[in-house]
């Protein structure tokens, strides 16, 4: 595992309110929450998870998402989209073998169709409700961003399991992990220094992860609760840190690239 490393990065910010991440507290009250994304290098290929926004958030978000745009604000520059901060760290996004995507809200999916040798695993539940979603949770999904001619998809259903080991050596696994939306997925990363639980948006925050709050923005509250009760159990097992969606306390405080875990 000694040369398979986790890197953390950042596509700015997303301004929301605390009712979103948080259920039927601070209503209206604005709350900003950091947008990670994750480069696993691997010697089968790198591995990247999620994105967040496309670059075109930096410039004109209302002409790629709408009016959403002035519910859900972007807040990038331009450069902080995920294949240009690759190319400044010194990656080539050519070398990306494989994004996995937890799910396919707008903060997730900016970077989908950057990578030309990339396959795109997601849970085929996500793709299937992000085509058709309900109403209340609608405006979440930019089709531009995933519904795309020719891309390589590898889609995840129950034949597959809860779990999925993308290389089969143990170094990354997917985990079903629904409630935040139809179909989401959680990732342990076992690296060069231990073992990581990136739980996504199966907990946004250390407060979901630790029972304090329930989420804002869900599908399910009970499926919600059981996911992070299901990853609270794999993170235990595998003495992972846990890392949170989009938590704004604890974000600051891991080691972000260049640094790396
Ligand atoms: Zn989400």
């Known amino acids: 595992m000694s040369d398979i490393r986790l890197h953390l990065f950042q596509t700015g910010t997303l301004g929301c309110r605390r009712q979103d991440i948080y259920l039927n507290q601070g209503l209206g009250e604005p709350y900003e929450i950091p947008v990670p994304w994750y480069l696993i290098t691997h010697p089968r290929g790198h591995v990247v998870i999620d994105g967040g926004f496309p670059g075109i958030c930096a410039t004109d978000p209302q002409a790629h998402w709408g009016p959403i745009a002035d519910v859900f604000v972007p807040r990038m520059q331009a450069g902080q989209d995920c294949a240009a901060q690759m190319r400044a760290a010194g990656f080539d996004p050519a070398d990306v073998r494989t994004v996995l995507l937890s799910h396919l809200h707008l903060d997730h999916t900016g970077a989908i169709g950057m990578f030309p040798n990339a396959r795109h695993v997601v849970q085929r539940a996500a793709l299937d409700y992000a085509l058709a979603p309900d109403w209340f949770c609608a405006g979440a999904f930019v089709r531009a961003d995933f519904d795309r001619p020719n ?41 060069g220094i231990g073992a990581t639980l990136l739980a996504i948006d199966a907990a946004d925050t250390m407060d979901h992860w630790e029972h304090r709050a329930l989420p804002g923005a869900v599908t ?10 299901k990853l609270r159990a794999v993170a235990d097992r595998a003495q992972a840190r846990v890392i949170p969606g989009h938590d704004p306390d604890l974000w600051p405080t891991l080691a972000q690239h260049p640094a790396f875990y």
Not at 173 to 189: A, D, K
Not at 220 to 229: N, P
């Open 151 to 191: 891309l390589d998809w590898c889609l995840l259903d129950e034949a597959w399991g809860d779990f999925f080991d993308l290389y089969g050596d143990g170094a990354i696994t997917c985990i079903r992990s629904p409630g935040h939306t139809v179909g989401h997925q959680s990732f342990l990363v076992r690296s």
């Open 220 to 229: 399910s509250v009970t499926d919600a609760v059981r996911s992070v009760a």
